[in-house]
């Protein structure tokens, strides 16, 4: 049986781009969304995200980078606030 679904976030900071491709790759095999340049969201159970941390972790290797991630509850998800502003160039 699967536990509950947390909202995850996974945050990063990798010098190497091809590091940094891989690292995301894993990121949108597990369904998560990028939400900005170096960060993906999206929900997951205790066992995916043990699974996909390991994955990070192999993925980064012995290479430089940092690897965050992040479970957030859903009284802190309802709690989220963001400002988004999108500029028209036309």
Do not use: W
Request: net charge negative.
């Amino acid at each position: 049986m699967r536990g509950q679904d947390l909202l995850t976030f996974i945050v990063y900071d990798i010098t190497d781009d091809k590091i940094r491709l891989r690292i995301a790759a894993v990121c949108k095999d597990y369904g998560l969304d990028h939400i900005q340049y170096s960060v993906f969201s999206g929900p997951l159970d205790s066992t995916r995200r043990n699974e996909m941390f390991a994955r990070l972790d192999h993925t980064l290797g012995n290479n430089e980078g940092k690897v965050l991630m992040l479970q957030i509850c859903e009284k802190d998800v309802a709690a989220k606030r963001e400002i988004v502003r999108i500029i028209d160039l036309e």
